[in-house]
């Protein structure tokens, strides 16, 4: 029995002493100074819904250059990076073997040449025979065969050296168009064949982002939706909008090929280049509050809104699931209502209940 009272006496003194602590805690709330905050009310703005992909700058004048003919590279003129005029050479393919081609055709012409210049005269002395009654028909018809003969070998001649004069052509590489030179991956001394790629030359203008968009999304992209050009650190280049689409998926990534117009300038962006791309689908009403006034803990975001009771007012920590950013301030998809008032000062300081001063 003594026990029993001994255990009681002491539970009765630890509930005294936990009753005084909450009771000095209560006292120091009660005491705790208000801090003054400055506040503003939540309101809804029209916030665009939008999807991020990455897009791939291309110019609608780009030129893979490759040799039409087989041959040792004897010179490279240029660098990557040179600006060209249609028509520049660029590189030389040794011309020799084919330079050796020419003349022996051309040899073949004047050989052909001599041989129809002469039988145009023998056939016209054959002809003054048959006139005269010297010579047969059948003379005259054998010699007008041979001069045709001639004259089609001669004229083949003719065209066998032009064709090898424009093979000729061939061995110098020049630019098709004004534009800036790719990468050079040959050099001087390389062995280079038709499939070999020797540079690339890229008109730096009319340019085009082509963006991949997922087949989930088939039936909300069409031409007109609005498109922001951006960099890695989500800054806007240009503001466009799709002009194309295409009307088939590309098996290989499952999405549908859609392009926009860029019109900056080629320090802004460039051919090849790979960017983020924001297509806006629409617009609707949402909550919004500045960037400042979002806390995150725990990969949780919250804010604190100002709350009143009984005439003061403390700050109620409240969760809230973030959309997109709008400028200077988060859309709110949940967690708050049209006239909170959301805190935007001093928000490091703040802890759940604590009495603050509105300012604003």
Known sequence: MKRILGVGCGLLMILAATGCDKKHAAAAGAGMQAMPVQTVAVAMTPVPQSSEYVATIKSRRSATLQPQ??????????????????????MEIDPRHQIAAV?????????????????????????????????????????????????????????????????????????????????????VGDYVASSAVLTTVDENRDLEAYIYVPTERSTEVRQGLAVELMDNSGKVLEKTQIDFLSPQVDSTLQGILVKAPVRSSPEVLRNAQMIKARIIWSTKPMAVVPVLAVVRQGGQSFVYVAQQQDGHYSAHQTAVTLGDTVGNTYSISSGLNVGDKVIVSATQFLVNGMPIVPMG
């Open 103 to 187: 003349e022996s055709q051309r040899a073949t012409e004047r050989q052909k040449k001599a041989l129809y210049d002469y039988n145009t005269s023998e056939i016209e002395r054959q002809r003054k025979l048959f006139e005269a009654g010297i010579t047969s028909r059948d003379a005259y018809e054998q010699a007008r065969q041979v001069f045709e003969n001639t004259k089609a070998d001669y004229e083949s001649a003719v065209e066998q050296r032009k064709t090898q004069e424009e093979q000729l052509a061939y061995y110098h590489v020049s630019a098709p168009f004004d534009g800036v030179v790719g990468d050079i991956p040959v050099h």
């Open 69 to 90: 003919v087989d041959g040792r590279l004897t010179e490279i003129r240029v660098r990557s990076g040179d600006h060209v005029k249609a028509g520049q050479l660029l």
